[in-house]
């Protein structure tokens, strides 16, 4: 049973445009969202986070959006760069536990 | 300053062969460490936490097994290999109270 979905395998887009990753989930019992960056053969490397008590949050670039009624989540890229081309992956960790639930990953291309 | 190894990096073993995989975190005390694997063309998958020195969760019944002799280190080990065993695993821990798990190198495992 996959909690935590993404449902685009891959996303191309042009440098300088917005890049819109989604994500969805099924279980109203996650309280914290996560987004990483993984390049092949590293670890993923964290980039964003929100709270389940807000809707939004933004770091430079990077603006995660957190939509409880849909069970949805996206992160925005803005502008684009060649260098985000990764796989992201989103995340959710349960109220009171320690455990942290990723999706199956979206393969971004930003085509210069 | 916090940091997290793992080795070997890469490991080409045969069907049947027993696997040990290493994970030590430095700088911090008592953290919660986790194993994930992330099989071709499929997300992170939780495999194991701890949350203690000998305090095991497992999340998927598999061919695996975790161990966590000290306090941070944890283990990641097999006593047959299968071919689905193929992967890369990854170990994690939270370096701070902010939520967001910090990843190692990864470890590449190729069973033939």
């Known amino acids: 049973d996959q909690q935590v979905k993404q449902n685009s395998p891959s996303l191309s887009v042009q440098e300088g445009r917005i890049s819109i990753l989604n994500c969805d989930y099924t279980?109203?019992?996650?309280?914290?969202f996560l987004w990483y960056k993984k390049y092949p053969a590293e670890g993923p490397t964290f980039l964003i986070s929100?709270?389940?008590?807000?809707d939004k949050n933004e770091d430079g670039r990077f603006t995660v959006f957190l939509n409880k009624s849909a069970k949805h989540l996206s992160l925005h890229i803005v502008p684009s760069q060649p260098g985000d081309s990764a796989v992201y992956f989103c995340?959710?960790?349960?109220?009171?536990?320690?455990?942290?639930?990723f999706g199956t990953g979206t393969r971004l291309k930003v085509l210069a | 300053s916090q940091t997290i190894h793992q080795w070997p990096a890469t490991l080409v073993q045969p069907v049947g062969s027993p696997l040990s995989l290493e994970c030590t975190v430095e700088?911090?005390?008592?953290?919660?460490l986790y194993w994930y694997r992330q099989a071709a063309g499929r997300g992170l998958q939780l495999l194991f936490y701890?949350?203690?020195?000998?305090?095991i969760s497992s999340e998927v019944p598999q061919n695996l097994s975790a161990s966590r002799p000290q306090d941070r280190q944890f283990i990641l080990s097999s006593k047959k290999l299968l071919l689905s065993d193929s992967g890369f695993y990854l170990c994690?821990?939270?370096?701070?109270?902010?939520?967001?798990?910090?990843f190692g190198e990864g470890s590449r495992l190729t069973v033939l």
């Open positions: 700088g911090t005390s008592n953290p919660n």
């Open positions: 994690a821990y939270p370096p701070g109270d902010t939520g967001e798990l910090f």
């Open positions: 701890s949350v203690g020195i000998g305090q």
């Open positions: 995340a959710a960790r349960p109220a009171g536990t320690y455990k942290y639930i």
């Open positions: 279980n109203s019992m996650f309280d914290y």
């Open positions: 929100i709270s389940s008590i807000k």
